[in-house]
């Protein structure tokens, strides 16, 4: 019984040091923190929508990326984030073979799409209209995909790479 306890005791002071951890990350990404670098830049606008806005347009860029799938070309990695958190992606690839960027992005605004390296391909813009851009590239040893809102955007975008 003493250690079931114990156990109980260490669990508690687990749950509750990583309770305090959340509650200080997100204090200091709070809006109006007048220690925040950019205290009026469009994060702040996206921590205000409502989580059932983006859920509606994770939905939105959900459907349209599976639209844009294929049968016959095998995903590797794919995900949904906030605009304004951006994807950063260095997927694991293999060199010389054809792969296809998928990004849809749902809300307002734009994003930039980058390569590292740039010979892979030039910068991208991609509007948060809804609509699919799609870039095909050839895989090689070490490849960076970053995906950057434009200032004041502010939605959900939704990124795949399939090999085809």
Known sequence: MTAMKAHLGR???VIGCALASAFSLAS???DG???SAHPSSSASATARSSPSAEKKLTAEVQSALAASATKQNAMVESGVERVTDGVHSEPLLDKGNAYRLSVVCAGSGDVEIAFTPTSVSSKKDVSCDQSTFQQRFTG???????VTARRGSTGMIGWRIDRV
């Open 11 to 13: 669990r508690t002071w």
């Open 28 to 30: 200091c990404t709070s």
């Open 140 to 146: 090689v040893d070490s490849l960076r995909i970053d």
């Open 33 to 35: 923190d007048p220690g």
